[in-house]
């Protein structure tokens, strides 16, 4: 197979390539470019595959992205491609394609489409952010025209799969399976690490208007001397039940009020960790609130993260979902981190990078792909509490629909869930969420 490209930011489109046909489908390519070129053609044997190219009519980044770029509105359709359907969100260009003896052209230009999501260009325009300067969901292309709950680039791979085999390709794709990869973001291990800090904070609770119950609730568990953040049992028993690892991301450092008070050091969070290696789960790192664009606490909070867990520490998630395109990107490929899960929004639940696959990442304005991969986080039980506040039923079937577009493309269902949430009023009417993912059949 060969892939032929314009002249015009060959970095953005040899990457997007790269995710499309070697990351995802596994295959084998050469690309070259040409300088009378325009759209994209994937030649396999006399069959010619055109992607027209609606986009990347300039390299400089800072003319290709900017709002003006930005489609008003996306249409979608369904293909029909040998007999079976497939649904498309054109994003740049039309919602259609054309075929002549040897040739097939696809006017949706679903190179600039998967590069716009993977790399959430759209997030470092200028624009409204929440009071943690955080990217809102609701703000989104994908959101606002309806598609942030599809995996969207998983359905380009098809498509382009689904042509391929219509040229004859004669390579084979690879193979996936679906899983479910449970995540717990460990902000506070305990609450009543010892007598004294638990009664401080069953205090705060009870004065408190908005937590009272919950105090009262505390009460109760501290006097039958019980504490309701220890459910890391509850997540290392579902994990188990699944088959699967679960990953524990430990915060290392407290650097303002949005950091939960450090408790690293304490014997009974060392004990925990050692639980959770020992029964072959995962230790991950969840960086404090101000780490997301500085390298030094960053740096700080992995090494001593390491130290006490005893082990390197290559994955995890920015605490507060705080990201910085793509400046927190490259704060973890420098620490040499193998994978981060941050990329959700806090506002809504769904594909913030319209795929369930692993990918690696790009640095837009360096113009590069990173070695870092990113896995995107699809469901985290406080979007539907805190931001969302929808009932359990009405969660129970968009949760179920999101399980549902990942088992159908063999994705990953990368959810979070915080130990902390098992026993309070907010979050726990959504428990049986929980126990119905452990309780998956694949
Ligand atoms: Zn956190």
Redesign the pocket.
């Known amino acids: 197979m060969k892939i032929i490209i314009p002249n015009i930011a060959v970095p953005e489109v040899k990457y997007t390539f790269h995710c499309l046909i070697k990351e995802f489908l596994g295959l084998e390519y050469k690309i070259e470019t040409s300088p009378t070129a325009k759209d994209f053609t994937i030649i396999i044997g006399s069959k010619k595959l055109v992607i027209q190219n609606h986009f990347f009519k300039n390299d400089d980044p800072q003319v290709l992205y900017q709002k003006q770029n930005l489609p008003t509105q996306v249409i979608s359709n369904e293909w029909i491609i040998e007999g079976k359907q497939y649904p498309l969100y054109a994003i740049f260009g039309k919602p259609t394609w054309t075929e002549t003896k040897d040739e097939i052209i696809v006017e949706a230009d679903i190179i600039a489409a998967t590069f716009f999501m993977l790399t959430r260009w759209e997030e470092t325009l200028a624009g409204e952010r929440d009071k943690h300067q955080r990217f809102l969901g609701k703000n989104s292309l994908a959101y606002q025209n309806g598609f942030l709950e599809k995996p969207i680039v998983n359905q380009y791979v098809e498509i382009v799969w689904a042509f391929l085999q219509k040229s004859k390709i004669t390579q084979t794709r690879k193979q996936r399976t679906f899983e479910i990869v449970p995540t717990h973001?460990v902000?506070i291990p305990f609450l009543f690490p010892s007598f004294m800090y638990g009664l401080r904070t069953i205090a705060r609770y009870l004065i408190s208007p908005t937590y009272f119950w919950d105090g009262i609730n505390y009460l109760k568990f501290y006097l039958k001397g019980e504490d309701p953040y220890d459910t890391h049992e509850v997540f290392l028993e579902g994990a188990e039940k699944l088959g699967v690892k679960a990953h524990f991301f430990f915060m290392a450092g407290c650097h303002n009020r949005f950091d939960p008070r450090d408790q690293l050091a304490h014997p009974k969070v060392k004990a925990l960790i050692e639980k959770i290696k020992k029964r072959g789960h995962q230790i991950g790192l969840?960086p404090s609130y101000k780490s997301y664009d500085d390298p030094t606490i960053f740096s700080q909070e992995k090494k001593r993260l390491e130290k006490v867990a005893g082990q390197k520490v290559t994955t995890g998630r920015q605490?507060?979902l705080r990201f910085k395109n793509p400046t927190t990107w490259n704060l973890w490929e420098n620490e040499n981190m193998k994978w981060d899960s941050t990329m959700s929004y806090a506002d809504e639940i769904g594909f913030r990078n319209g795929v369930c696959y692993p990918f690696p990442v790009f640095d837009i304005f360096a113009r590069k792909k990173l070695n870092l991969l990113e896995r995107s986080l699809i469901l985290m039980e406080g979007t539907l509490g805190l931001y969302m506040d929808i009932s359990l039923d009405k969660a129970k079937g968009r949760v179920g629909e999101l399980i549902n577009q990942v088992k159908k493309y063999d994705g990953d269902f990368v959810f979070l869930w915080h130990n902390s949430s098992l026993n309070l009023r907010q979050y726990s009417k959504y428990n049986s969420i929980l126990t119905e993912i452990y309780n998956y059949k694949k």
């Open positions: 973001d902000d969840h605490h507060y």
